[in-house]
């Protein structure tokens, strides 16, 4: 076809622009620009300029409109991320310059890149030896340029040793070129030797990157399986096919053993993508992927980076809560992975030891593929599993370690072995408590306790991060020395321990540590070295790490969480303690893990203990599907926030009024009596005072809305919005579609 001739070339741009909007804005296309569906342009948005993306081109007379200013020099935006930005708006209700927002963090220069100067040898000799000189000489012997603070660290000497070779004409400087967002990993490189399930299960994930369409599949297989191995050759399979491949995890900050062990395999790591990124290789790894980078491994907001031919997406660790963002756009990363999947035609792989609900679901119903991994690699044995019944073995009065659990670690160290224990609970006690009056240390701002962190020597809100000091006397009853802490943290946990092992190494992880993600990744790389005997930390290492010697995990309370209130309390609390149970025993050696509880009947310990999982699933999904929960029924939550308390509740309930579909006839407790709703309806229950009622200085209130299956759901919600007034006086009103934390 010829080229479009002037006359008939689009006259009007739809503009989508990364601000609070869900319609993109018409602009005028000056005759002598020459626009694509996807391009980043300029454009004026009030009094200020800003980028906006080209969502469609269409004819008309323009000419009212304002003008595009300019067509931007950087990759478009792919049609299908397009897509995805635009069904993820519709789910979630997000406004679609949000979602924009999100997939563009990165699209936008942040600077140019700084000039890298690197150091060459050049065959002059130095007019002096000394051996701090020669290591530097031997160290830049391979010819190749590299950069000085780089060199210094492999000859260990100070940058000044290498100004002074510079000086004397031994090296000399040149320009490096820009650094790449990844080598490109090189599927050859190190395959390792398969069992006979994994080499099928890793056929079947390759056979169906190949199969060029979409497919989900869901690997399940036990901790230390081999899962990554076996997805890794899923990568592989796009990476023989000239395509690209995306790994999601649920806390890349801390997954630096995974890069290296991709590394390990691939020749090199892969792009890493999260928000701890600095902006410049934030932009370096937006536009490599856009340039065709081939594997990224990323959070979950890797999921809307713009790759152009992407043939695999796998979610390790699916069944994460960490996957679904719960401020902003509200979304969950598995299931927009398997839309994106969807949208970009390729196969999905969701990867768990103990998948959700949801996705087991769809498993048994076919709608997605079951690949199994029942054993462990090399015969080696699932860690022993057993409670300590701490109603007949109690910690003493104070503590928290039981005897039996005392006497394991005792064997486990004189074993040389390493031992975990395991407290959900960051910092040292829970709740402060004056002996003398009973007065609780609360947080101003929020309905939460203060949670002692004695390290830092201060009082913490966990939910707003309001500190302060721990006071000496009482502020209310002024008593001195009255002041009791409540409960273990870990730190509390660890004091315990150190008193009973004073000479083992110990080492407390936990996110809130001092140091931040290079600290805690050295750390979690000196336990896989076993340069610790005992550690104490929570969730954060119970998660996907490698720790060779570690052969012992006590859980020090195996009912945190079990009794929340939350649909999913007992199949969380199922996937974290057989999380944290499974880092056991992934060495030579055989592991165990003992829990210690108060309710070992409970089908959460029952099935850990006796290891019938099925069991677990099955009558959890049953009780899901009695209840017309998740995945058998939908649900969403509205939560309406603000200063004033009444104002709150009242807007809250202006909705769910808003919501009723036949207010004369309805049984809501807002609305006129008589209505029962039928179980095709969709349900309003509430509004009600959320569990936490005030969170940084707001009330709140909440709203559920249970939807069967099949119900449009998203069209009942925007109704709802719709019908009643505005939120004023401060109030926010949020939508959370398939909510995960129903605090
Ligand atoms: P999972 O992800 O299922 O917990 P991993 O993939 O981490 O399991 O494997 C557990 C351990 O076993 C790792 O140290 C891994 O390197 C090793 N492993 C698994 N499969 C193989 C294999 N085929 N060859 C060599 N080592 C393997
Ligand atoms: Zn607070």
Avoid at 501 to 512: G, K, T, Y
Wanted: aromatic residues 6%; hydrophobic residues 40%.
């Amino acid at each position: 076809m010829s080229e479009a001739s002037p006359s008939n070339a689009p006259q009007i741009a739809d503009v989508l622009v990364p601000v609070a909007v869900d319609q993109p804005y018409s602009y005028r296309v000056p005759g002598s620009l020459h626009l694509e569906e996807g391009d980043f342009v300029a454009v004026s948005l009030r009094t200020r300029e800003a980028f906006g993306v080209v969502w469609a081109l269409r004819c008309g007379s323009g000419d009212n409109l304002k003008p595009i200013i300019s067509r931007l020099e950087q990759p478009p935006l792919p049609k299908k991320l397009r897509a995805l930005i635009d069904w993820v708006a519709a789910w979630t209700l997000a406004p679609r310059g949000n979602v924009l927002r999100m997939a563009t963090r990165g699209a936008q220069e942040s600077g140019e890149e700084p000039i890298r100067i690197g150091l060459r040898l050049t065959g002059v000799p130095p007019k002096r030896f000394t051996d701090a000189r020669k290591r530097v000489l031997e160290a830049a012997l391979s010819g190749l340029a590299i950069g000085k603070t780089e060199l210094a660290r492999q000859a260990g000497v100070s940058s000044s040793v290498i100004d002074a070779l510079i000086d004397d004409g031994a090296l000399e400087t040149l320009a490096l070129p820009p650094p790449k967002a990844a080598e490109t990993p090189d599927p050859a490189f190190a395959s390792p030797a398969l069992s006979s399930d994994q080499a099928q299960a890793a056929r079947s994930l390759s056979e169906a990157v190949a199969a060029h369409s979409f497919k989900p599949i869901l690997l399940e297989g036990v901790t230390g399986s081999g899962k990554t191995e076996v997805y890794f050759e899923a990568v592989a399979q796009a990476l023989r096919e000239g395509g690209q491949a995306l790994i999601l995890m649920p806390e890349i900050a801390l997954t630096a053993q995974f890069l290296e062990r991709f590394a390990a395999r691939f020749g090199h790591r892969p792009a890493e993508w999260h928000s701890g990124l600095s902006p410049r290789r934030r932009t370096r790894v937006w536009r490599g992927v856009a340039e065709g980078a081939r594997v990224v491994a990323g959070a979950r907001s890797a999921l809307f980076l713009p790759f152009s031919d992407l043939r695999l997406i796998v979610v390790d660790e699916e069944h994460e809560q960490a996957y679904k963002q719960d401020d902003g756009v509200a979304y969950h990363a598995r299931d927009m992975a398997v839309v994106r999947a969807r949208i970009e035609a390729c196969a999905v792989v969701l990867a768990s030891a103990t998948p959700s609900i949801e996705t087991r679901e769809n498993a048994r119903q076919g709608r997605y593929a079951h690949l199994r991994l029942d054993s462990r690699f090399a015969g080696r044995d699932l860690p022993l599993i057993e409670a300590i019944d701490l109603r007949k073995d109690p910690a003493p009065r104070g503590k928290w370690i039981s005897p039996r659990l005392v006497e394991a670690l005792r064997q486990n160290f004189q074993r040389h072995e390493q031992a975990l224990l395991f407290l959900n609970r960051r910092g040292y006690a829970p709740l402060t408590l004056c002996r003398a009056c009973g007065h609780k240390f609360q947080c101003p701002n929020c309905s939460a306790w203060l949670v002692e962190h004695r390290v830092r020597r201060a009082l913490v809100c966990h939910h707003c991060g309001h500190v302060e000091r721990r006071p000496e006397l009482c502020p209310v009853c002024g008593a001195p020395d009255s002041l009791s802490a409540c409960g273990p943290g870990v730190e509390r946990v660890a004091e315990e321990a150190a008193e009973l092992f004073p000479d083992v190494r110990l080492l407390v992880l936990s996110s809130d540590m001092p140091g931040g993600t290079g600290r805690m990744r050295a750390e979690l790389r000196a336990v896989a070295e076993h340069q610790f005997d005992l550690v104490i930390g929570t969730q954060l290492v119970a998660k996907g790490h490698n720790f060779p010697a570690l052969t012992l995990v006590g859980v020090v309370d195996a009912d945190i969480g079990l009794s929340n209130g939350d649909p999913r309390a007992a199949e969380r609390t199922f996937q974290l303690l057989n999380q944290v149970a499974g880092r056991a025993g992934r060495g030579e050696k055989p592991g165990r893990a003992l829990l210690q509880t108060f309710q070992k009947e409970h089908p959460v310990l029952r099935a850990l203990l006796s290891g019938d999982f099925e069991r677990f699933y099955r009558e959890e999904t049953q009780m899901r599907r009695d209840a017309r929960l998740p995945p058998f029924g939908r649900l969403a939550a509205v939560i309406v926030a603000g200063p004033d308390r009444t104002a709150a509740e009242t807007h809250a309930r202006a909705l769910a009024r808003a919501a009723c579909m036949a207010p004369e006839k309805c049984g809501w407790s807002v609305c006129a009596p008589g209505h029962i709703p039928s179980e095709d309806d969709i349900v309003v229950l509430g509004p009600a005072e959320a569990p936490i009622a005030m969170l940084r200085g707001k009330h709140r209130f909440r709203l559920l809305i249970k939807a069967p299956r099949r119900a449009d759901l998203q069209g009942f919600l925007r109704q709802m919005l719709a019908k009643a007034v505005t939120a004023r006086g401060g109030l926010t009103v949020s939508v959370d579609v398939d909510p995960q934390n129903f605090l």
